[in-house]
């Protein structure tokens, strides 16, 4: 009954949400109106108000962008260059899935989240707790302590990358629910792609990294755009996740 009203409602998973959202409600009336909300649009993760992602779950607060499967590839080439000690930043971090990502799979970092989003500043405080790093509100390195110029390790940076023109063809779950701010990229959807890269040599350590996800039709701009800022660009693709990452080196 609940897959079959989740598939009128367009829910190409039906079958599968149904299951998650019986097991998660506590009462008869809490699992209608989740049921209800789903069908109107909202999405599922923000109704359970969390998401597995590599193998954690992970707080997700309504309007705050939601990690995608394909952001694994992001963190997980960012975890195999982390070493115990390592300065790791995490910009645009939203949730702040990647640094607690990182943090679960590797101890003794010294850890740094930012977003400009206080809402996904008040979400990123429940999955990285004071224990664990540091979380900043703010546009992009303007929080972070000046003492850390020169001692990034890591920096990770999932920015927006939607052109403004492709926004409106985006799927209603994302145009709709999601904070605009994490998801436009300005004309060409590079706008804070290269405000990253220009400032990432003014923090990485000499041989640090900067990882971002892009598209794959993006691909020649940002190794232009990392060419440009100082930093040697590396091209990673996963066809299964359908997904396309960059690695730019301080040299």
């Known amino acids: 009954m609940i897959a079959d009203k989740l598939r009128a409602a367009g829910c190409v998973f039906a079958e599968d949400e149904a299951k998650i959202l019986i097991s998660s409600a506590r ?16 999405p599922l993760e923000h109704i359970l108000g969390w998401v597995e992602f590599c193998g954690l779950r992970i707080a997700v607060d309504t309007g705050v962008f939601i990690p995608r499967r394909r952001t694994e590839l992001l963190v997980r080439h960012a975890i195999s260059l982390v070493r115990s000690g390592s300065v790791v930043v995490d910009l645009c971090c939203g949730s702040g899935v990647l640094g607690a990502v990182i943090a679960a799979n590797l101890e003794r970092i010294e850890l740094h989240a930012v977003d400009i989003d206080p809402v996904a500043v008040s979400c990123a405080h429940k999955n990285i707790t004071s224990a664990t790093g540091h979380i900043y509100e703010g546009d992009l390195y303007e929080p972070l302590p000046s003492t850390l110029r020169n001692r990034v390790d890591i920096l990770i940076a999932n920015v927006p990358y939607v052109p403004t023109e492709s926004i409106k063809l985006l799927p209603p779950e994302a145009r709709i629910y999601e904070a605009h701010v994490a998801l436009h990229g300005g004309e060409d959807g590079l706008d804070v792609m290269r405000r990253v890269a220009t400032d990432a040599a003014l923090w990485l350590v000499t041989g640090g990294h ?5 598209s794959e039709r993006q691909v020649p701009l940002v190794v232009k755009i990392f060419a440009l800022s100082g930093l ?18 301080r040299t």
């Open 232 to 249: 040697t660009p590396q091209v990673v693709t996963d066809e299964e996740l359908e997904a396309t990452i960059v690695i730019g080196t």
């Open 27 to 42: 009462t008869t009336a809490e699992l209608n109106d989740m049921v209800n909300k789903r069908i109107t649009g909202l």
């Open 210 to 214: 900067l990882f971002v996800e892009t």
